[in-house]
């Protein structure tokens, strides 16, 4: 596999590692969206938190990405002055293979941002990393975030009982329809631009 790259350009966003200078603006985003996020992202019950706490987050972010471990971004405006969310290609389906996550503030839902941002992590999966399955995990009652892998063409494969997790590992009794991919069978025309580490361009 090769290395995901650290940026992403789309028409209308950045999507790249998270740095902790960025801890600002992820609190902000999360901060001022507690209610919107909590019903489907654990890890926001132990929000909000001070700024340090988003700084080591972010650092431990930036660590298992340089280390090839596991690979999260933040979603950018395209000057990158807000963080419109988080996502992510995940190391956690094993070999050959990604799950990609996402959340979007709340004073940025409709506008199809989680859809922009998952069509250009897809593109990458396949043309960069050269990965050959990308899955997507959604809580059956999530019908925002269901729609995305929907409109991307991503094929329903089941649901998968009581597999969602909370953010500590301990299992939340709660459903996961399951999308997938395989290498070839992703159609859409993504245009994007994406840079390495050196900020050499690889797509």
Aim: glycine share 10%; hydrophobic share 40%.
């Amino acid at each position: 596999m090769a290395p995901p790259p650290y940026r992403i350009e789309t028409e209308r966003l950045v999507v790249r590692c998270w740095e902790p200078r960025d801890a600002l603006l992820l609190k902000e985003a999360v901060d001022s969206s507690l209610e919107h996020l909590r019903p489907w992202m654990p890890w926001v019950h132990e929000d909000p938190q001070p700024l340090e706490a988003k700084v080591e987050l972010l650092r431990g972010f930036r660590g298992r990405f340089d280390l090839g471990q596991d690979f999260v971004y933040g979603i950018f405006s395209a000057d990158e002055s807000e963080a419109i969310g988080g996502t992510g290609l995940h190391t956690r389906r094993g070999e050959g293979a990604f799950e990609i996550g996402y959340w979007i503030r709340a004073s940025r839902v409709g506008e199809g941002l989680g859809t922009e941002a998952t069509a250009a992590l897809t593109r990458v999966g396949f043309e960069v990393c050269e990965i050959d399955r990308i899955e997507i995990r959604v809580d059956p009652a999530n019908e925002a975030s269901l729609a995305i892998p929907r409109k991307l063409g991503f094929v329903e494969e089941g649901t998968l009982r009581g597999v969602l997790h909370d953010s500590h590992g301990s299992p939340r009794q709660s459903d996961a329809v399951v999308f997938a991919l395989l290498r070839g069978e992703f159609e859409r025309d993504v245009q994007l631009k994406a840079f390495d580490a050196a900020g050499e361009r690889v797509l």
